[in-house]
């Protein structure tokens, strides 16, 4: 495997994150002990170093795994973790992105991780309520402390990301370097602003559900039955004709449906590293083999009109030859833009 810098930032990753909302069983549908440390072998021995958890995630028990199969060589895993969502019904201030809960769940964290310091603390979700000034300078406290070494920000307005870096930036704190976002063939709309502003401030991209809840994998195609949040978006015609592409060109070109898929994800002009989770060796030692190839330019070609989307506005309306020539005086196609 190869690694990529986590953003503006001198931090090396592995070019595939290892999610692990699978590891454990409390959530009726994750993968038990033994298998979840297959799965962590089967990643760290493929070279890979990014380790994705929470401390929602199956109760808590993901975060106590985790810090047990990292235990022997610490140093050597960048190990990413995430505040905002509650660990105690009807208390409110046991969730959300103010200082309070911040400070509390990371200690439970570290806690639950056997370790001293997080590498990498995600913002789980935006909650709306918390100030963007407070919730940066209590991040920035925490890397002053050594606690946590980095930050990033996942499910998030990108006026919330971009407000929240300047004023970093203008104040001297620490800046988000990573955005996690659902981002796959099915779910494109995160290109709109998320995307292009990510690029824009150097922030690597992790994509969480770029299976598409395994809709990817052609599973459903073959009749198979699977959990599926929201079968609107991934159970659908236009899903099904994605699948079915995604499904054609992994058969030409002699590899998987899930491979293909992720190869569309990481093949951007931007840095991004998809998180990807497994419930089984299988699983895991598929997603891996998206490394050892890339798709053609052809292939993205395809793969690009059969899941495009309307970007709206004012994306339309900008893209649109007659506001492109107002805004160059007739010379756009005369303008060679490298900012494109």
Same mark, same amino acid.
């Given at each position: 495997?190869?690694?990529?810098?986590?953003?503006?930032?001198?931090?090396?990753?592995?070019?595939?994150?290892?999610?692990?909302?699978?590891?454990?069983?409390?959530?009726?549908?994750?993968?038990?002990?033994? *298998? =979840?440390? $297959?799965?962590?072998?089967?990643?760290? /021995? !493929?070279?890979?170093?990014?380790?994705?958890? +929470?401390?929602? %995630?199956?109760?808590? *028990? =993901?975060? $106590?795994?985790?810090?047990?199969?990292? /235990? !022997?060589?610490?140093?050597?895993?960048?190990? +990413?973790?995430? %505040?905002?969502?509650?660990?105690?019904?009807?208390?409110?201030?046991?969730?959300? /992105?103010?200082?309070?809960?911040?400070?509390?769940?990371?200690?439970?964290?570290?806690?639950?991780?056997?370790?001293?310091?997080?590498?990498?603390?995600?913002?789980?979700?935006?909650?709306?309520?918390?100030?963007?000034?407070?919730?940066?300078?209590?991040?920035?406290?925490?890397?002053?402390?050594?606690?946590?070494?980095?930050?990033?920000?996942?499910?998030?307005?990108?006026?919330?990301?971009?407000?929240?870096?300047?004023?970093?930036?203008?104040?001297?704190?620490?800046?988000?370097?990573?955005?996690?976002?659902?981002?796959?063939?099915?779910?494109?709309?995160?290109?709109?602003?998320?995307?292009?502003?990510?690029?824009?401030?150097?922030?690597?991209?992790?994509?969480?559900?770029?299976?598409?809840?395994?809709?990817?994998?052609?599973?459903?195609?073959?009749?198979?039955?699977?959990?599926?949040?929201?079968?609107?978006?991934?159970?659908?015609?236009?899903?099904?004709?994605?699948?079915?592409?995604?499904?054609?060109?992994?058969?030409?070109?002699?590899?998987?449906?899930?491979?293909?898929?992720?190869?569309?994800?990481?093949?951007?002009?931007?840095?991004?590293?998809?998180?990807?989770?497994?419930?089984?060796?299988?699983?895991?030692?598929?997603?891996?083999?998206?490394?050892?190839?890339?798709?053609?330019?052809?292939?993205?070609?395809?793969?690009?009109?059969?899941?495009?989307?309307?970007?709206?506005?004012?994306?339309?309306?900008?893209?649109?030859?007659?506001?492109?020539?107002?805004?160059?005086?007739?010379?756009?196609?005369?303008?060679?833009?490298?900012?494109?």
């Amino acid at each position: 495997m190869n690694y990529k810098l986590l953003g503006k930032s001198g931090l090396r990753v592995s070019e595939i994150a290892l999610g692990t909302m699978t590891f454990g069983t409390e959530w009726g549908w994750g993968a038990d002990y033994d *298998t =979840s440390k $297959k799965v962590f072998e089967a990643y760290a /021995n !493929a070279e890979g170093n990014f380790i994705d958890t +929470a401390n929602r %995630y199956t109760e808590g *028990t =993901s975060e $106590k795994m985790v810090g047990e199969f990292i /235990n !022997a060589d610490r140093d050597h895993f960048v190990l +990413a973790t995430k %505040y905002s969502l509650f660990d105690r019904k009807g208390d409110p201030n046991f969730a959300g /992105n103010h200082r309070k809960n911040m400070v509390r769940s990371v200690n439970e964290s570290l806690k639950r991780l056997k370790t001293d310091f997080i590498d990498l603390l995600w913002v789980h979700a935006w909650d709306g309520t918390t100030p963007v000034d407070e919730m940066m300078r209590a991040l920035d406290d925490l890397v002053t402390s050594g606690k946590i070494q980095y930050i990033g920000i996942s499910d998030t307005p990108a006026w919330v990301v971009a407000q929240a870096n300047t004023m970093a930036d203008l104040r001297g704190w620490s800046r988000f370097v990573g955005l996690q976002v659902e981002y796959s063939l099915i779910q494109r709309t995160p290109e709109r602003d998320l995307l292009p502003m990510a690029k824009a401030l150097d922030l690597a991209v992790a994509p969480w559900a770029s299976l598409a809840g395994g809709a990817l994998s052609g599973k459903y195609l073959r009749g198979e039955k699977g959990r599926v949040p929201d079968n609107s978006l991934r159970i659908n015609e236009r899903s099904q004709k994605i699948t079915q592409v995604v499904v054609n060109i992994a058969d030409e070109i002699g590899v998987t449906p899930s491979q293909v898929a992720l190869n569309w994800c990481r093949q951007k002009n931007q840095v991004v590293i998809p998180i990807v989770g497994a419930r089984s060796l299988t699983q895991i030692e598929d997603s891996l083999g998206c490394v050892n190839f890339k798709l053609s330019p052809e292939q993205i070609t395809q793969l690009d009109e059969v899941s495009k989307f309307d970007l709206g506005f004012p994306h339309d309306f900008l893209a649109s030859e007659n506001v492109k020539n107002i805004l160059s005086g007739e010379t756009w196609g005369k303008l060679e833009n490298h900012r494109s």
